[in-house]
Nanobody, 125 residues
Framework: QVQLVESGGGLVQAGGSLRLSCAAS????????MGWFRQAPGKEREFVAA????????AYADSVKGRFTISRDNAKNTVYLQMSNLKPEDTAVYYC??????????????????WGQGTQVTVSS
């Protein structure tokens, strides 16, 4: 099993920045890549960004490309999501997820076996 704990959410004004962290513990050696998803009230969970744990390959949703940056610190088993130029439409609960699958298909939530509890991000206009 893998446990994921997110932190760093909060309230920020439009145009501001936040950095989310996701710390993994347990059988972390089984993780191939990690991702961030978000879910706004009344909407489906959507892909935000992902990073391959060893190769460092990244993927981003078009809506966040150029504003968000995903990174990793393998020594700390932690993934980060630096969010800049935040917009009110970025308001959502952000979830960290980990995939034990070797094939790189980061945009589908179905490939992730492990999920964090979520952290709220609210962007005021």
């Amino acid at each position: 099993q893998v446990q994921l704990v997110e932190s760093g959410g909060g309230l920020v004004q439009a145009g501001g920045s936040l950095r989310l962290s996701c710390a993994a513990s347990g059988r972390t050696f089984s993780i191939y890549y990690m991702g961030w998803f978000r879910q706004a009230p009344g909407k489906e969970r959507e892909f935000v960004a992902a990073i391959h744990r060893s190769a460092g390959s990244t993927a981003y949703a078009d809506s966040v490309k150029g504003r968000f940056t995903i990174s990793r610190d393998n020594a700390k088993n932690t993934v980060y999501l630096q969010m800049s130029n935040l917009k009110p439409e970025d308001t959502a609960v952000y979830y960290c997820a980990a995939s034990p699958r070797s094939s790189w298909s980061p945009r589908s939530p179905r490939v992730y076996d492990y999920w964090g509890q979520g952290t709220q991000v609210t962007v005021s206009s």
